[in-house]
């Protein structure tokens, strides 16, 4: 037995009418495509059901599985404590899926209450498993259920976890659905929830257009950039759901697609077939990583590349790297400050700098700032010396902080802001990613800070040159 059945399912809890009322009739069609997709799970014989969410805890380093005996949750955040569930935990087949996904080489640890309280997050059902099992249910599907939680992992790693389920599935002898749950773009109109951003519609068509063809291939190489100005939650699971269609012909529909409120919702349905060696993808992922890592590394920037080779130097010996033997341009010779931003799979992994100067030049600046961004921000767990080719690695030299009047100083795509409060204060560089007024500027950056809205403040505008 094995992986008989996958899908995609959007989870607005809107489209639940106990939750959205008469708006619900805005998403009929979703609710219908759901209706359907319920339908062919039943009707493919399935005897478990496993669902990948991204809003339960999400590990940078890893994926996490539920194993509490009893899967519990309602809708009361949503004013609907009345749609409830309490469905049991196929423990055994959760452990089963661990341990294959260890074998492809992917982290994928039990968590459980006694877990989840050390961690710090809940493990009740969340919305992105409910609101697509409210309709599955109301297809009349009553499965044993494992709950998956999306990682911030490569996108090789996510898809080798696909794998897993299907080894899984096969070691058990049981067949089984695993459905994604995730919404497109969040960024579709101009009242959408996260704002608007035109990519949000060409990411929506582009990768639509994908799943039609069930195309692993192209939709791994979706531009990142693209995807994170859509503002999505569907990407990460639905390249863990392709990944159990390894080697195998599909029988791909996308039956419905809708984005009435600023956010797509896409309902899809994968049917395996028999082995086919022209998808057999993995090998070919883990050709075009490479490729892309030396693609980075060859077009990187001075001080980009100065900013990893200290990192790997530090992790490798403990000790920062002499600025003696870097043939630096001329134009670092001078003092600033200097930022050292650090990306992995398009999310943060590190951002540490100075305002002003603290070394002789700003060679030695991005030294040892690429340090601190790398093992000292106490956001992020240090980076491990396997991640340093994945980075994508940004420096930011800043000029001198001038003070301004007020908000109408402030261009968040030119300036960042300097926000200060007696000894208290907070920055944030310019031209970030889903920062689009001065006031959202300010407020971030007293947050930052720890300053209260209401407190007055000084404000300060810089400059950067950003070295990608």
Known sequence: MSVVMAGLCPHPPIM?????????????????????????????????LVFITPHGPVFRDGLAINISPRLKGDLGDFQAPQVSFDLENDVLAASEIRLAAGEQGVLAVEIDAKAAARYGVGIELDHGVMVPLYFLQQAGLNLPLVVVYMGLLPFVQLYKFGMAVQAASRALGKKTALLASGDLSHRLTPDA??????????????????????DVAGILDIDPELVESAGECGLRPIIMMLGALEGLSVDAEVLSYQGPFGVG?????????????????????????????????SAEGFLPSLARSSLAHYLKTGREMEPGGT????????????????KKEGQLRGCIGTVFPQHDNIIEETINNAISAGVRDPRFYPVQPEEIDELEISVDVLNAPEPIKGLNDLDTKRFGVIVKSGRRS??????????????????????????????????????VVRYK
């Open 16 to 48: 639940v009418p106990e939750v959205g009322g008469k708006g619900a009739a805005e998403v009929a069609e979703s609710q219908q495509a759901m209706l359907e997709l319920g339908r062919r799970v039943k009707d493919s014989g399935a005897e478990l």
């Open 193 to 214: 929830p996260a704002g608007y951003d035109p990519a949000g519609k060409e990411f929506d068509c582009e990768l639509v257009s994908l799943l039609k063809k069930a």
């Open 265 to 297: 919702y896409g309902v899809a349905s994968f049917i395996p077939g028999q082995p086919d060696k022209n998808r057999e993808f993995v090998s070919q992922l883990e050709q075009q990583r490479k490729k892309k890592v030396a693609t980075r590394h």
């Open 327 to 342: 043939q630096a341009p001329a134009d670092f010779s001078g003092r600033a400050g200097v930022f050292v931003s650090l």
């Open 426 to 463: 907070g920055l944030l560089l310019p031209n970030l990613e889903g920062i689009d007024t001065p006031e959202e500027q300010v407020a971030i950056a007293r947050q930052k800070a720890g300053i209260g809205l209401d407190e007055p403040v000084q404000l300060e505008r810089f400059e």
